[in-house]
């Protein structure tokens, strides 16, 4: 883009074009990752790739490029990629077993600080060498070699025999859930405000590379020596983990990460500054790989793309906002103001993750527990009918109240997070010992979804509900459906219509 306009607007515009499909197309790829087949939904977004760039290729090597063809593609090219990213970070545990979740998204980071680390000075070799069509069109090549591998994969499917979610009320199932999960929460907010923080680093890089006097050649150093301490850091992470608390481990990288800012606002020669970029490269990884790997131990497998969309959407907005906040403040105040705010950001972001233990090592079971019988009904009800209204009796002793209620309000966010809209408990006022629980879904087909996803972890905790009721006992449920209204004949609907006429004066 700098080739081809001198317009500073333009080739700024060229990162927005990219990143904006992102924010606008996440949660709903999310969505559809979740409701379809991911091995093909992840074919389809890596094949739009090869195209968009594949169509670089061309347009460059015809040079027919212009400023705007390059800022469609550039969209295009970020539409996909907002298509897969959801996906393809939902696929990670559909690999690996539990045990090796961690260590797998680690590695997946490596992949990508290697990628980052070597990429950039490998095409720009190819670009002095045989100039940048070249470099699009084997970048074309590489998406085709992802997809062979994808398809290679075979993914084991799990039948149901409910209809697929809509979009949009798959959309805001994922909005719920991530409303509703507590770990979910704390891992978003631990992100946000570390990315706000942390993002200021690298986005202040290249000021950082020209003020030590060796422009763009130091610039590419200190990316480089960040890549390297993220590598060197993914194979540390698992001997940390085993050793240190999670939060302490997140803490910890944060105050590290604090560090290495408050050294690239006090030093401006390479060879102090790439040592310290090194180490906050280490402390990247140990405050990201670890809320990643969280955030994916709290999504169940049928919102998992959804809830990390999500995810991916406050990375991004971190990052976006953080590179805009502290880049404004150097402007205003010097590139050494901007680091100490940094570094004073990121103690704030040691201290939230001891307080809030975004990653505290509590893995939620979701494997569904199917231990709900079917619902009683006289005939069918349709699947779209509703709202349903679910009311749950439980014969409690007296003296165990207090710790029902709590056991209640735990329950509760359950039950909002997997699909209720509104939810009550009642206490009889002739018998205390009589509580009723009530809440109310949108449908009838969302009801029977969750008869298909009530997971271990909400069985363990309905066993212990069950645990303080009245010995001998029973729990009783009963479901309620909005009766659908009868249609009117034609006959009627003209006597109807003619009363409402006479009735108007």
């Known amino acids: 883009m700098a080739s081809l306009t001198p317009s500073p607007l333009i080739v700024s515009l060229l990162l927005t074009a990219e990143s904006l499909p992102f924010f606008l197309l996440a949660l709903p790829a999310g969505a559809l990752a979740d409701i379809v087949d991911r091995r093909r939904l992840l074919v389809f977004s890596q094949l739009a790739m090869a195209v968009v760039v594949g169509t670089l290729a061309v347009v460059t090597l015809s040079g027919i490029v212009t400023p705007w063809m390059l800022l469609g593609l550039a969209f295009a090219l970020g539409t996909a990629n907002a298509i897969n990213d959801p996906a393809w970070q939902a696929v990670v545990p559909d690999l690996l077993p539990k045990e090796e979740l961690a260590a797998g998204v680690t590695l997946s980071g490596v992949g990508i600080n290697v990628a980052r680390t070597l990429g950039p000075a490998f095409g720009g070799f190819v670009v002095a060498l045989a100039g940048p069509s070249i470099v699009f069109a084997l970048d074309a090549l590489s998406f085709l070699g992802v997809v062979g591998v994808l398809l290679s994969w075979r993914r084991e499917q799990t039948q149901s025999v409910l209809p697929p979610e809509r ?11 991530a409303r509703h999960s ?16 942390g993002a200021g680093v690298m986005a202040l890089m290249p000021v950082l590379g020209r003020e030590t006097g060796r422009g763009a050649v130091g610039f590419g150093l200190l990316l480089g020596s960040l890549g390297v301490g993220a590598v060197i850091g993914a194979t540390l992470l698992p001997r940390l983990r085993s050793r240190v608390p999670t939060h302490w481990l997140i803490a910890a990288g944060s105050l590290t990460f604090a560090g290495a800012a408050v050294g690239a606002g006090s030093l401006r020669h390479l060879a102090y500054l790439c040592p310290i970029m090194l180490v906050g490269g280490v402390a990247w990884v140990s405050v990201l790989a670890p809320l990643t790997v969280a955030a994916q131990q709290a999504s169940p497998s049928w919102v998992r793309a959804r809830a990390l969309a999500v995810y991916l959407i406050v990375f991004q907005a971190g990052m976006a906002g953080g590179s805009a906040l502290w880049g404004a403040v150097a402007s205003h105040a010097g590139l050494n103001a901007a680091y100490f705010g940094i570094a004073a950001g990121l103690l704030l972001s040691a201290g939230l993750a001891i307080r809030l233990r975004p990653a505290a090592g509590e893995v939620v079971d979701f494997t569904p527990a199917h231990h709900w019988p079917e ?13 349903v209204m679910v009311q749950v009796e439980y014969r409690v002793d007296l003296s165990r109240t207090e710790a029902f209620r709590n056991a209640m309000a735990e329950l509760a966010r359950n039950r909002r997070r997997d699909g209720a809209v509104q939810w009550w408990l009642f206490q009889d006022t002739a018998d205390p010992s009589l509580f009723v629980e009530t809440w109310i879904e949108a449908t009838w087909v969302e009801h ?18 069950r645990g303080l009721t009245q010995r001998g006992s029973t729990i009783s449920t009963r ?3 909005a009766p659908e209204p009868r249609p009117m004949s034609s006959a009627l609907v003209r006597q109807v219509d003619e009363r409402i006429r006479r009735s108007v004066p």
Do not use: K, Y
Request: positive net charge; aromatic residues 6%.
């Open 167 to 177: 979009i949009l009320p798959a959309i805001r199932a994922g909005l719920r859930f």
């Open 182 to 197: 507590p770990q979910l929460r704390r891992v978003l907010l631990g992100t946000f405000h570390f990315m706000m923080c």
């Open 375 to 387: 619902p009683a009904v006289a005939g069918e009800p349709s699947p779209e009918a509703g709202p």
């Open 448 to 465: 029977l979804r969750n008869h298909e996803r009530v997971s271990v972890a909400q069985q363990e905790l309905e066993e212990r509900i």
């Open 479 to 481: 479901h309620f459906i």
